[in-house]
């Protein structure tokens, strides 16, 4: 666990995050994406934290800024991958985004756009998904599996 997760995370924020059916490394990245929220959470303004981590390792997080006009909001996610970008490290490997609640916490799937920001960015990530109709609501997928049928474009 890092240092701001370790510091920021509360015991049963850390009981939570034990028990989701995640590998080790799957469950470090949404502590650390917890903990980005449990620092700078402010309703209304950044209720969604992600966290990111690349093919070579490194983590990156960021954090969803909301705007009084809808469209001009940036998502945690979109946020964690301009951090890769200006890092010079696009290559996702896993991806996760969590919500504030208001009485706690949980895992949120992406939203069609920043599932087309990271497919885009890295169409063999892995996303900590959240579908509440399944038994186990958090689960890794391949991003691709949450965009079927998605146009692709060459990058140059």
Do not use: F, N
Not at 11 to 16: C, F, I, N, S, V
Not at 30 to 39: E, H, I, Q, W
Not at 83 to 91: E, K, M, R, V
């Amino acid at each position: 666990m890092s240092e701001r997760a370790d510091r920021l995370l509360s015991d049963a924020d850390r009981e939570l995050v034990a028990g989701l059916p995640l590998s080790e490394p799957q469950r470090e990245l949404v502590a650390t994406a917890l903990a980005l929220l449990r620092d700078c959470a402010v309703p209304g303004r950044h209720e969604v934290a992600a966290a990111l981590r690349t093919v070579s390792g490194a983590v990156q997080c960021g954090l969803h800024v909301e705007s009084s006009i809808g469209r001009a909001s940036i998502c945690a996610e979109g946020a964690a991958i301009a951090a890769a970008a200006a890092a010079g490290d696009t290559a996702i490997e896993t991806i996760v985004a969590v919500l504030d609640t208001g009485d706690g916490w949980r895992v949120v799937t992406p939203c069609g756009l920043c599932r087309e920001l990271i497919s885009d960015y890295s169409p063999d990530a892995t996303v900590i998904d959240y579908d509440a109709s399944l038994d186990e609501p958090v689960r890794p997928v391949p991003v691709m599996e949450l965009l079927p049928g998605k146009t692709t474009r060459r990058w140059k």
